[in-house]
């Protein structure tokens, strides 16, 4: 599933690539993995010959064989000199937010691509679209809230993709789940000792935390729980 | 019907227009005059009006072979009408030069070429470019990506301007003779307030690379192109 990207940019690095489609000419984007340069430009290279930068043999017999090339990974290429880009079409996928100057005098047209942090509308566009579908994907009810600042933009979409589905699986696990989810975790905790004590605490200060979230007072929750003020307070402050 | 613009037509002109006070001081001088000024002092051509000029006032045409640079000149006409200002043009003659055969060369609009360098810039930089181009001239042999690289470089050396006029148009009445063929040329002008000139011996190096004959200055770079259509 190919999302089309609002961010002007991106935009205008698509038309400059669209606008050399049938030129001898060798271009180069470069950017933080997982940004979204692969799939902004596969649509457009279906018919190409796509060969990883790691394998520079392979690298080097698609640039004798073909006409239209994408070299992936290019920041693996041990030996850019080596590469002939005479009479061939050749886009190369860089991962790294650094300009690398060697690429200066090999490329004729260089392009950023920005990290999604610095594309808003995109955020707004990829994260809606992963939740709607993850959603669908585990039954999660349509009114569901997500909290924006727990969306992951360290990896870009990969990161954003992966926090919001942990997100709403996280909301939606039922008791058996749960109980699963901590008992996969217990039983690969390394057996200390008071290991009762210490596992105990994560599931008093889960629900300690969500009492005060709900019930605003300590006095509130108390009542609510069916315990002294001075026990939730002790617990609060071992807690801390 | 408005005043015709006959600044604009000389400031176009192909061949050098330089207009003198009658102490030497340079009172107007076209594009490719500021070329030329780049490889000889502007009083070594003052003396030139100064020898050839009319006796009377009017104007006098010299068949005679100058050099300068690269540039060869094979005439020069000198004119004054008063006792304030002379004015000289001077007319090149065809270039003769060897161009290898390069297997790379292919067919190329060169407008389209000039245009995606345009697009390209345009994503990072915020200068205003000014285009004028002549938009019927013919495809040209060359290899797309040498010059493609070389347009990006030149346009990458006014990231920091306000503005870049770019002008590409036929040459009248010059030609570049390659291996006795005569061949057209094309002139391609960048011109701005300033200019960063870090990047110029490779631009040079690209150039000569294609065999263009380049000028470069603090803030104009130009291009002649041969028109190669075989």
Known sequence: MYIQSSDPTIEKIYQSIIGNQDMLVSSVIYGQRYSGKTSLIRKLYKGATWVDGANLKEVHKALEDSQKVVITNFEKVTNIDSLNFENVHVLALYNSKHFNKKLENKFAFIYHFPPLSQREEDIKNFSNYYIEHIKELLDAPANLEIDETLFDLSENLKSLKKSIYKEIMLKTLTKDELYRALYYNFVNSPLEENIYDTELKLFDKAIIDAGLKRFKSQLQVSKKFGISRNTLRKKIDELD | ?230
């Open chain 2, 1 to 230: 019907m408005n005043s015709i613009d006959f600044e604009y037509l000389v400031e176009i002109d192909n061949n050098p227009v330089i207009i003198f006070s009658n102490s030497g001081k340079i009172l107007y001088l076209n594009t490719n005059a500021e070329i030329l000024l780049g490889y000889v002092n502007a009083k070594e051509i003052f003396n030139l009006c100064l020898n050839n000029a009319p006796k009377e006032y009017g104007y006098n045409t010299v068949q005679t072979e100058l050099h300068y640079g690269s540039f060869t000149f094979y005439s020069i006409m000198v004119s004054y009408t008063n006792d304030d200002y002379i004015a000289i043009r001077l007319y090149y003659k065809p270039k003769i030069k060897h161009i290898s055969r390069d297997t790379s060369k292919v067919e190329t609009d060169l407008n389209k070429v000039l245009n995606n360098s345009i697009i390209h810039f345009n994503i990072s930089s915020k200068t205003d470019i000014r285009l004028m181009s002549d938009l019927d001239i013919p495809a040209t042999q060359t290899n797309q990506n040498k010059l493609s690289l070389l347009l990006r470089k030149i346009l990458d050396s006014y990231k920091d301007a306000i503005y870049v006029d770019i002008n590409m148009s036929l040459k009248i009445g010059e030609f570049i003779i390659i291996d006795d063929k005569k061949y057209s040329v094309i002139s391609l002008i960048y011109k701005s307030d300033k200019r960063e000139k870090e990047d110029d011996l490779n631009i040079r190096r690209l150039a000569e690379d294609l065999s263009f004959d380049i000028y470069l200055n603090e803030n104009m770079v130009s291009l002649d192109i041969p028109l190669i259509k075989d």
